[in-house]
C-alpha cells in the first residue's frame, strides 16, 4: 500500500543521546516535511524539502537537522536530545510545495 | 508570509446537529486552502481543498467549507455530525511560490449524545 512510513513508532531517549527518526515514502514525491505537534500548538514544521538534494528550515529547526539524499527518504536526526524535543513527530510528503499533503502514522519521542 | 487562525479551541455539538468550524487567514493573494483532520492517535487527513473556481467546495465524509474571500475565511461546515466525527481539525493554507504549508493551531470537536 502506497503511503509513508515512520520509525520509530515511540521511543523513550535520554537526555544528550543523538537519535534518527526516519520517514520513507513510495509516492515519489518531491517536497517532503518534518513537524511536531505540540498540545496547544499544532503543528508546527520543523524541516522540509521540496526536491532532492535540497533542504529548507521552518519554524521550529533548533535542534535538528535532516538530509534528502534520494526522493524517497527524510530522515530527522536530534544530535543532543533535550526535554523539550518531547513530542510527536510528524513526517508528510507532497508532489510540491502547494500540494496536498500526505501524513505519516507519527512517532511520539519522549526525552528525559 | 502567510498565516491562518482557528479561533475556537474546543467545541462541542450533539450528535445530528450542524457543524460550523473557523478558519482565517491571511494572505495577499488567492492562496490555497486546505482542511484535514486528526483522529486520536493518528496522522492528519486531507479533508478537502481549495485552489481555485468554484468557492463552495465538497470533500470527504460530508463535510463542506466555503471560500470567502472578502472575509479572509475558509470556514468548514457539516449538515449532521456523527460521533465518529470527533476528532482535531486543522486548517492549513500555501501561498504561490516554494512556501510550504502554514497550519492553524487546530479546533478539537467533541460530539455528544
Known amino acids: 500500500i502506497a503511503g509513508i512510513t515512520q520509525a520509530p513508532t515511540s521511543q523513550i531517549l535520554a537526555a544528550g543521546r543523538r537519535m534518527t527518526l526516519r520517514c520513507t515514502q513510495d509516492m515519489r514525491h518531491n517536497a517532503m516535511y518534518w513537524y511536531r505537534q505540540d498540545l496547544g500548538l499544532g503543528l508546527r514544521l520543523i524541516h522540509y524539502?521540496?526536491?532532492?538534494?535540497?533542504?529548507g528550515k521552518g519554524e521550529v529547526p533548533d535542534g535538528y537537522s535532516v538530509s534528502r539524499a534520494n526522493t524517497d527518504d527524510f530522515p530527522l536526526t536530534l544530535a543532543s536530545a533535550v526535554p523539550s524535543q518531547t513530542s510527536v513527530y510528524f513526517c508528510?510528503?507532497?508532489?510540491?510545495?502547494?500540494?496536498?499533503?500526505?501524513f505519516g502514522p507519527g512517532t511520539r519521542l519522549t526525552v528525559l | 508570509a502567510q498565516s491562518v487562525t482557528q479561533p475556537d479551541i474546543h467545541i462541542t455539538v450533539s450528535e445530528g446537529a450542524s457543524l460550523e468550524l473557523r478558519c482565517n487567514y491571511s494572505?495577499?493573494?488567492?492562496?490555497?486552502l486546505f482542511w484535514y483532520v486528526q483522529s486520536p492517535g493518528q496522522g492528519l487527513q486531507l479533508l478537502l481543498k481549495?485552489?481555485?473556481?468554484?468557492?463552495l467546495v465538497q470533500g470527504i465524509k460530508g463535510f463542506e467549507a466555503e471560500f470567502k474571500r472578502s472575509q479572509s475565511s475558509f470556514n468548514l461546515r457539516k449538515p449532521s455530525v456523527h460521533w465518529s466525527d470527533a476528532a482535531e481539525y486543522f486548517c492549513?493554507?500555501?501561498?504561490?511560490?516554494?512556501?510550504?504549508?502554514?497550519f492553524g493551531k487546530g479546533t478539537r470537536l467533541s460530539v455528544i449524545a
Open positions: 492549513a493554507v500555501g501561498a504561490r511560490g516554494n512556501t510550504p504549508l502554514v
Open positions: 494572505y495577499g493573494a488567492t492562496p490555497y
Open positions: 524539502s521540496n526536491t532532492a538534494g535540497t533542504t
Open positions: 508528510a510528503s507532497g508532489a510540491g510545495v502547494r500540494d496536498e499533503q500526505f
Open positions: 481549495y485552489f481555485s473556481g468554484d468557492t
